[in-house]
């Protein structure tokens, strides 16, 4: 089975500028899970996709939303870059949803310049 | 509000010695507490969990320790191989929403 994909891996954008990073799950899987990592902060929760429903969120500005396509497929977008927006972004796919174990993509790489 | 506390943010062991990872959470809803282990430029595998009921789960080298009175959970490397250097997560479940928290992580870094 392919795992977790995410594109881009890396990405430099410039402060004010929007973001789009995408997703696929293991096939088969159809929740979707965005987390944002920084040093020193591990992993931070920003949204939770089920069957293209967001099913729970974080606490991250408006500024951070995503969807989810009916191929489980996801999307996360972040509009007006700041600077402290720079992190690894990890998507993580899981079977039912109510399964703990998710699976990690390796991540897109955004600097804010 | 950080709900999962990884209080020791590296440890470094002999290869072969014993590596102990601590983990604090606050929230009395977790009903179910994972491990991760990351390796740079690649994203979190799951390594080993632990249901609320039980207190302790052992796999081959790796064996997970649950206080529930305490809120504390430990993993343990046995013996620590070279390998095993990287960055480790634990992780909680909330059995209202079904979201991880995640602590901040332990880097280990195991000397040969």
């Known amino acids: 089975k392919a795992g977790v994909t995410q594109t881009p891996r890396y990405l430099i954008k410039t402060r004010g500028q929007q973001v789009t990073l995408s997703c696929s799950p293991i096939?088969?899987?159809?929740?979707v899970s965005w987390y944002q990592q920084t040093p020193g902060q591990g992993l931070q929760f920003l949204f939770e996709?089920?069957?293209?429903?967001?099913?729970n969120k974080g606490n991250f500005p408006g500024r951070f939303s995503g969807r989810q396509f009916s191929n489980s497929r996801s999307e996360m977008n972040v509009s007006t870059l700041e600077l402290g927006d720079s992190a690894l972004y990890l998507c993580?796919?899981?079977?039912?949803?109510?399964?703990?174990?998710?699976?990690f993509g390796p991540g897109t790489r955004l600097t804010v310049t | 509000d950080q709900q999962v506390k990884q209080n020791s943010p590296s440890l470094s062991v002999q290869e072969g010695r014993i590596s102990i990872l601590n983990c604090d959470y606050t929230?009395?809803?977790?009903?179910?507490f994972l491990w991760y282990k990351k390796y740079p430029a690649e994203g979190p595998t799951f390594l080993i969990s632990?249901?609320?009921?039980?207190d302790k789960n052992e796999d081959g080298r790796f064996t997970v320790f649950l206080n529930k009175s305490a809120k504390h959970l430990s993993l343990h490397i046995v013996p620590s191989q070279p390998g095993d250097s990287a960055v480790y997560f634990c992780?909680?479940?909330?059995?209202?929403?079904?979201?991880?928290?995640f602590g901040a992580g332990t880097t280990v870094t195991v000397r040969a």
């Open positions: 993580a796919s899981s079977g039912t949803g109510g399964n703990a174990e998710q699976y």
């Open positions: 632990i249901s609320s009921i039980k």
């Open positions: 929230n009395s809803m977790f009903d179910y």
């Open positions: 096939s088969g899987h159809r929740s």
């Open positions: 992780a909680a479940r909330n059995s209202n929403d079904y979201k991880l928290s």
């Open positions: 996709y089920f069957s293209e429903t967001q099913r």
